[in-house]
């Protein structure tokens, strides 16, 4: 069982403090107030919680091997109405003929996914006015409190109960491996690997006409479904060879073949009325399509690897990959590696460390990687027609616009070449033991999107190739053995991460002229908050430079602080080019939104019957733009066409208006967690169980951060720009494991 419960605060304001800012900020408003006390993300948040069941059975003898299982999930999410449920099974078996010369291994599961997806409503009951009632009994709208404002923040209950919102999937993966070892070469073995990913499934979107946002069209109804497919064939041979007793090599020759398909076919529409089997069916606007999209992946691959006495370590290998995201000129990419480990234990100078040392190898490596991971057919033009209020005017008649897609039609493979350098070690019979590495990874023609300038193309930003990236840094890990003992047992692992990130060129040049804007935020059309330019991190904040008070807070945009008789911009951020104007050029670089370590630490205990571990992570460095902040805490946001909430963060600055680019919404999210906390018991042998045990676990229990949002680790995952307002959860589980 597992319960999952909302532990972030929103810096919305309490009912009496958004009376309090209505009275100080826009007393005009006061009489139009509310009377009730609405909590709006309590009222559309739940204590979540799930149960899962698994049952597997294995067995077999030395030849033959199989292994069953299956599986049942059903949770409910944070938000009221979402849930999932998952069915699932899975069965392999393995087995080796002809004297073991064939080995043959077939994997197969399937799993029947159902969900309820709840709308994303968290914005709407941090901005909603908590003065107004959830229901509204005169209300048109399904008796739920709405502003008559059609351009107003809807209710987000209504939202919640009068959308419906259903999915269905079921995946089937397939696997079948076969090896087989060559009579009448030794060391000689084919093999091939065989998988089909089948995906099908359905999904459904009804809109209550009820539901305010679509009230005037009669509600809405989406009906999609999907197929995807997924095809592998690899076939690879394997020589190996010991020359002698000091010298084996290992020869590896192959070919890949991979398609994805990908088949989507959707209708909707407005207008809907129960028919007389009392469902809704859409009646207006009703339009549907299809596509049909296929890629294949295609490569060529060698590999050798040499060893000497078991202490001079060789392996090379290129793999010639084709992929059809690129057009026909730029399809292949050759990626060559190669890597060397010496064992120096096993040299003869080395016998007076072997007292000290368990183990001590150095290691480096070297390789080109390639990266393809883009949408399909970027490289070519796609044309599509225009909508209807976009027609062109030929005399009497309005004609539809055909459309072209913006594309780079020189689109290539992005290649990363890395150098790796390490030592893996071991000291006393492996009580501590862990290993070093320095690596450098250079990236050329970094794939990325970007704006096109002016008349250069169809589209505003295109995804292309915009120059090279470095990424330098250093690793260590250390696993240690505290105690060990008969009845009890500590492990430690630690480990820490450095990485420095710059780009190197733009536009083939090394010159910093070349900036991209980049990291769209929200708050306003058009806006970014970070850049690319040669010499500074890709997720580099480029901001205004907020003037501070005595109070060390940024200066509010309601005073004249320069005397010029006007209240604009001057007044609060440095005019950095001193041309009595706030403009782009007077945008600063500043902080990186990429860590400058990462740090981990687990401890394990056993102590007789019982076992304790726990999990620490770190982030120290790293800088978060504050957009939930910086778009909604400013005080013209409470009378925006309606009464609206605000962030708390407008008290504090008493900003009339918002501020997107000041620094000051740039925070220090360093954070300690607490990430994960278990404590089991092992029951042991017990009537018909083999072995039994019982555990607790906690996930995501503590964060310790000074950022003011609701989780500093979350906006790293979209570039270091928070505008992210869905609950964070803290998990906690109970379970039992069951053998027999």
């Not at 069982?1 to 408003?29: C, D, H, W």
């Amino acid at each position: 069982a597992n319960v999952i419960v909302f532990n972030g605060t929103p810096n919305q304001l309490s009912p009496q403090n958004f009376r309090n800012a209505i009275s100080n900020k826009a007393p005009q408003e006061i009489e139009f107030l509310g009377d009730a006390n609405t909590d709006w993300v309590s009222e559309i948040t739940q204590l979540a919680s799930s149960t899962e069941h698994n049952l597997s059975l294995s067995g077999g003898n030395k030849k033959s091997k199989y292994f069953l299982s299956a599986g049942y999930l059903k949770s409910n999410g944070v938000l009221k109405k979402s849930a999932h449920e998952k069915k699932s099974v899975a069965a392999n078996l393995s087995t080796k003929l002809f004297n073991d010369a064939l080995s043959v291994s077939v994997k197969s599961r399937t799993g029947i996914t159902d969900d309820v997806f709840a709308p994303n409503v968290i914005g709407a009951a941090m901005a909603f006015d908590p003065t107004r009632p959830v229901l509204d009994a005169d209300s048109e709208f399904g008796g739920y409190y709405q502003w008559n404002d059609p351009l107003a923040t809807g209710n987000p209950v209504s939202a919640l109960d009068l959308n419906n919102n259903t999915g269905h999937l079921v995946r089937t993966l397939n696997n079948l491996t076969l090896s087989y070892d060559l009579p009448f070469i030794e060391g000689l073995s084919i093999t091939s690997n065989t998988s089909y990913d089948y995906i099908t499934g359905s999904k459904r979107e009804f809109t209550s006409p009820l539901e305010k946002s679509n009230f005037e069209r009669g509600g809405r109804l989406f009906n999609e479904d999907i197929r995807n497919y997924t095809t592998l064939i690899e076939t690879y041979g394997t020589y190996k060879c010991d020359i002698n007793q000091r010298t084996k090599i290992e020869f590896t020759a192959g070919h890949s073949w991979q398609e994805f398909d990908q088949e989507n076919r959707w209708e909707f529409g407005n207008g809907l009325e129960l028919d007389d089997n009392n469902e809704y069916q859409y009646t207006i606007d009703i339009a549907q399509d299809s596509f049909l999209v296929t890629n294949r992946l295609i490569s060529f691959f060698g590999r050798a690897n040499l060893s000497l006495n078991d202490k001079y370590l060789f392996t090379g290998s290129v793999r010639r990959d084709g992929s059809s995201r690129f057009g026909d000129s730029n399809k292949w990419g050759v990626f060559p590696a190669a890597a060397f480990a010496w064992r120096v234990l096993e040299e003869d100078f080395a016998t007076g460390l072997a007292n000290t040392f368990t183990d001590l190898k150095f290691r480096v490596s070297w390789g080109v990687t390639g990266n393809e991971d883009i949408t399909d057919f970027l490289f070519k033009t796609f044309y599509s027609y225009g909508t209807d209020d976009a027609r062109y005017q030929f005399g009497e008649d309005f004609v539809r616009t055909l459309r072209g897609t913006g594309v780079d039609p020189d689109i290539k493979w992005e290649e990363t070449t890395s150098l790796n350098i390490g030592v893996d070690f071991g000291f006393w019979n492996n009580r501590i033991s862990g290993a070093v590495d320095l690596y450098r990874k250079y990236t050329d023609d970094l794939l990325f999107t970007v704006a096109t300038p002016a008349f250069t193309n169809l589209k505003d930003r295109v995804l292309t190739n915009i120059g090279e990236m470095e990424n330098r840094g250093v690793e260590l890990t250390l696993n240690t053995v505290v105690v060990d003992s008969k009845k009890l047992d500590w492990n430690l692992g630690f480990n820490v991460a450095a990485n420095r990130n710059e780009i190197k060129k733009l536009d083939n040049s090394i010159l910093q002229a070349a900036v991209y804007e980049t990291g769209g935020i929200s708050g306003d059309i058009g806006q970014t908050i970070q850049l690319l330019q040669v010499g500074e991190s890709i997720e580099t904040f480029r901001t205004y430079r907020h003037m501070l008070g005595a109070d060390g807070l940024p200066l509010p945009d309601t005073e004249d602080f320069n005397g010029d008789g006007f209240i604009d911009d001057t007044d609060i951020y440095e005019d950095i080019n001193d041309d009595g104007l706030i403009n782009e050029n007077d945008l600063v670089v500043g902080e990186s939104a990429a860590p400058k370590l990462i740090l981990g630490l687990s401890s394990n205990v056993r102590y007789g019957n019982w076992d304790l571990s726990a999990v620490l992570r770190s982030h120290l460095g790293n800088h978060v733009y504050n957009n939930v902040a910086s778009g909604s805490g400013y005080f013209d946001r409470l009378t925006d066409r309606v009464t609206n909430n605000v962030d708390e963060s407008a008290f504090l600055l008493n900003f009339k208006e918002r501020q997107l680019k000041s620094d000051y919404y740039i925070e220090s999210a360093s954070f300690l967690k607490l990430d994960n906390v278990s404590l089991g018991y092992n029951v042991g042998a017990k009537s018909v169980f083999s072995r039994l045990r019982i555990y607790a676990t906690a996930n995501n229990l503590l964060t310790i951060t000074n950022y003011s949002g609701l989780d500093p680790e979350l906006p790293q995952f979209s570039g270091g720009i928070d505008n992210n307002l869905y609950p964070i959860s803290t998990n906690f589980l109970i379970g039992l494991n069951a053998e027999f």
